[in-house]
C-alpha cells in the first residue's frame, strides 16, 4: 500500500484540498474492521455519492451526445459505461488498487485486482472528488477519464457480445454449424486467475483469447476470430 497519494493525484489530474477525503475514499470497510470505527471511517457513504453523481454525468453527456435516441438506449448506453467492469477498468488505468486500506483477509485474498472493490473505490473516489473540488471540476475530471469508453459506447462498440456476432457471421454463411469453446489453458492463484479460451467449428481451430474468467476468455477468442477474418 502506498501512503503518498501524489501519484494518484496526478493521474486524476487534482489535487486534494482535504486529504481525509481521499484516504476515506480509499479506506475498504475491511480496514476499519479490523482498525475499529473510531480509527477510521469507510468509503461507503462516499461510494453512494460517487455512484449518483457518476450516473448524472454520464447521463447528461450521452443525452448531448445521443439526440435521437430513446430513453432505454440511453440508459442501457450508461449502464454499460457505469458497470462494475468499466469501474474497474477505469480503476486499474490509475492503479487505483496500489493506494487501497485493506483488511488482512481481503489483502491476501487479493483484494486489489478484485473488480468489485476496484469499482466501488472509483465511485467512492468520485464523491471525494465532489465534496473536495465541486460538481464542475468533478464532472470534467470523470469526462476525461471515460472519454473513450464514452466514445465506444454510443458506437456501441464497448463491451459487444463477440461470441453472438461470430454466431450469427458464421451462421449466415453456413446454416446450421456448431461452434465450440474450450478452456484449454488455466494459470495463476485463485484470486488472480488467467483463462485461455479457443474457439473451433467442425474440428477446425480458428482461434483463442485470454481472460480474467472463462467468460472472458471466450469473449476475447471471438473477438480475435472476427478481428483476423477483419469484421471488427
Known sequence: MLNNHHELEERIGYTFQNQKLLETSLTHSSYVAEHGKSYWYNNERLEFLGDAYLDAIIGRKLFAMMPEDKEGVLSKTRADVVCERSLAEIARSMELGDHLRLGHGEEMGGGRKKDSILADATEALIGALLLDAGYEATEKIVLR??????????????????????????????????????IIEESGPDHDKQFVAQVSVHGEKLGTGSGRSKKEAEQNAAKAVLEAKGVL
Not at 456476432?165 to 453456413?174: D, G, N, P, S
Open 145 to 182: 477519464l471515460f472519454r473513450e469508453r464514452i466514445r465506444k459506447a454510443v458506437k456501441g462498440e464497448l463491451y459487444r457480445d463477440y461470441k453472438t456476432v461470430l454466431q450469427e457471421r458464421i451462421q449466415a454463411k453456413y446454416h446450421s454449424v456448431t461452434i465450440l469453446y474450450e
